[in-house]
């Protein structure tokens, strides 16, 4: 692993353990050359994703990317990072085992949405304000009406499965 103080190219492995969540593995580094420190993190990848833009250009999938496109709307929001994590990393998990290599934007869109409607129903709609491209308030009005009109069928749905 290169040193990211001096650039040297090998370090050494002081500790390793899992993370947190196990979904990775937490390795602490010293470099011979510099003395420096330093914290790595090692996940398991089953699959290279390849994400389809809308234009049709393609990119490789950026976990860190995703990261940042759902913190973004939980900001100020009451939701632990390790909460956001384990949406990640479910997200990663569904896309990796769905044995595609390409993933869409849209794709990737959608779990985004499907996770924040659950986890938080403000950063849901922000999320969705840029996701489905809002443009006057009128879209936030339909979408929120769409959402109450949601709720309602599944409450209904609920209370029949009941009796």
Same mark, same amino acid.
């Given at each position: $692993? ?10 050494? %492995? ?17 470099? +011979? ?26 990119? +490789? ?5 995703? $990261? ?5 709307? $939980? ?35 959608? $779990? @985004?949405? &499907?996770?924040?409607?659950?986890? &938080?129903?403000?950063?849901? %709609? ?12 009128? &879209? ?12 309602? @069928?599944? &409450? ?8």
């Amino acid at each position: $692993m290169k040193c990211p103080f001096c650039g040297e190219i090998d370090s050494q %492995v002081k500790d390793s353990r899992p993370s947190e969540d196990s979904a990775s593995i937490r390795r602490r580094r010293q470099c +011979p050359s510099c003395g420096a420190r330093f914290t790595t993190f090692e996940r398991v990848q089953i699959r290279e994703l390849t994400v389809v833009k809308n234009d049709g250009t393609t990119q +490789p999938f950026d976990r860190d990317k995703l $990261m940042r496109s759902i913190q973004t709307p $939980m900001r100020k929001r009451p939701v632990q990072i390790e909460q956001l994590e384990k949406v990640v990393t479910s997200i990663v998990r569904q896309l990796e085992s769905s044995g595609e290599t390409e993933v869409t934007t849209k794709q990737i869109g959608s $779990m @985004v949405m &499907d996770a924040l409607s659950t986890l &938080d129903q403000i950063a849901y %709609v922000r999320y969705a304000s840029v996701y489905k491209d809002f443009r006057e308030t009128t &879209d936030f009005n339909e979408f929120l009406d769409d959402i109450k009109h949601l709720k309602v @069928v599944a &409450d209904k749905a609920a209370t029949t499965s009941k009796e």
